[in-house]
């Protein structure tokens, strides 16, 4: 059963950059969707991004299009979230998720596998 870990969260300034890593623990992301989810407290667990099992097919929320890019590295087990131009909006828990099929799913239902979370704070 896999279990994704995320890694990478950190406090940075707005406008600063930061990579979010996703590994896979007790298997394997290589023939899966994954999709990267954040919680700010009080709101809904969003989709950020969302990348299908071979990574030619990728998705953008449009809070963070042209900001974010997801991408992986199936050799490595491991998918990335590179977030740059960060805006105090953007402070969350960010949360790496595994689906169950080669297509990704934009909303939460859509990924049976959950990481613990890492926190992003963007100070203003």
């Known amino acids: 059963q896999v279990q994704p870990v995320e890694s990478g969260g950190g406090l940075v300034q707005a406008g600063g950059s930061l990579r979010l890593s996703c590994a896979a623990s007790?298997?394997?992301?290589?023939?899966?969707?994954v999709g990267w989810f954040r919680q700010a407290p009080g709101k809904e667990r969003d989709i950020v991004a969302a990348?299908?099992?071979?990574?030619?097919?990728?998705y953008c929320a449009d809070s963070v299009k042209g900001r974010f890019t997801i991408s992986r590295d199936n050799a490595k087990n491991t998918v990335y979230l590179q977030m740059n131009s960060l805006k105090p909006e953007d402070t969350a828990v960010y949360y790496c998720?595994?689906?169950?099929?080669?297509?990704?799913?934009?909303?939460?239902?859509?990924?049976?596998?959950w990481g613990q979370g890492t926190q992003v704070t963007v100070s203003s």
């Open positions: 998720a595994a689906g169950s099929n080669i297509y990704y799913s934009t909303t939460p239902d859509g990924y049976g596998y």
């Open positions: 007790g298997g394997t992301f290589s023939w899966v969707a």
């Open positions: 990348i299908n099992w071979s990574g030619t097919n990728t």
